[in-house]
């Protein structure tokens, strides 16, 4: 069988031999404590830093600490716009209070492009022809779309312009010439 180095090195003595010299070298302890009364450990001295490793030990210093502030710097950005998306939101939920204008027994289909897809509303005959005229508006809500008065609609659009799907110009009067809404584009 193979020893390994080790097993060789302590059959031939010489780590054994080696062990006994470090010991020799070593101070013996003193009674009082292994480094007498209230003096540290000796530690040997390391060699003095050249300009040039504490130029760049400085370096890394300041980078460090710049580093730090910018990423502070960026949560607290983060976490202000955070709040100030979410007083927006509440402002809209407050605004669409008791605003809607959806009803459940609308039979008409009202189609409208939004977030570069074609969307639709459920709306009665009364609610086509204002939403055509530029009377009422649609608004984008917790990924539904509520209908509701143009002044709601122009409202939320100052608070939070990507919300409001839909509010036909009413100078253009909504309708072209060929009968279908200016907003699509078929």
Same mark, same amino acid.
Do not use: C
């Given at each position: #069988?193979? %020893?390994?180095?080790? %097993?060789?090195?302590?059959?031939?003595?010489?780590?054994?031999?080696?062990?006994? &010299?470090? !010991? /020799?070298?070593?101070?013996?302890?003193?009674?009082?404590?292994?480094?007498?009364?209230?003096?540290?450990?000796?530690?040997?001295? !390391?060699?003095?830093?050249? /300009?040039?490793?504490?130029?760049?030990?400085?370096a890394y210093a300041i980078r460090a600490h710049t580093e730090a502030a910018e990423r502070?710097?960026? $949560? /607290?950005?983060?976490?202000? /716009?955070?709040?100030?998306?979410? &007083? !927006?939101?509440?402002?809209?939920?407050?605004?669409?209070? +008791?605003?809607?204008?959806?009803?459940? $027994?609308?039979?008409?289909?009202?189609?409208? &492009?939004? +977030?570069?897809?074609?969307?639709?509303?459920?709306?009665?005959?009364?609610?086509?022809?204002?939403?055509?005229?530029?009377?009422?508006?649609?608004?984008?809500?917790?990924? !539904?779309?509520?209908?509701?008065?143009?002044?709601?609609?122009?409202?939320?659009?100052?608070? &939070?312009?990507?919300?409001?799907?839909?509010?036909?110009?009413?100078?253009?009067?909504?309708?072209?010439?060929?009968?279908?809404?200016?907003?699509? #584009?078929?």
């Amino acid at each position: #069988m193979v %020893d390994s180095l080790r %097993d060789q090195l302590l059959k031939s003595g010489i780590v054994k031999q080696i062990k006994d &010299e470090k !010991r /020799q070298q070593q101070p013996a302890p003193r009674p009082g404590g292994a480094h007498g009364k209230g003096k540290p450990p000796h530690k040997p001295e !390391r060699p003095a830093r050249s /300009q040039e490793e504490i130029d760049l030990a400085k370096a890394y210093a300041i980078r460090a600490h710049t580093e730090a502030a910018e990423r502070k710097r960026a $949560e /607290q950005e983060a976490a202000e /716009q955070a709040r100030l998306k979410r &007083e !927006r939101k509440a402002k809209v939920q407050q605004l669409l209070q +008791g605003q809607t204008l959806n009803k459940a $027994e609308a039979d008409q289909v009202r189609h409208f &492009e939004y +977030g570069g897809k074609i969307r639709r509303i459920y709306v009665d005959a009364a609610q086509l022809a204002e939403l055509n005229a530029g009377k009422l508006g649609i608004v984008q809500n917790g990924g !539904r779309y509520v209908l509701v008065s143009q002044a709601v609609a122009k409202l939320i659009s100052e608070i &939070e312009p990507n919300l409001v799907a839909l509010l036909v110009d009413a100078s253009s009067g909504g309708i072209g010439e060929d009968g279908v809404p200016d907003d699509l #584009m078929w």
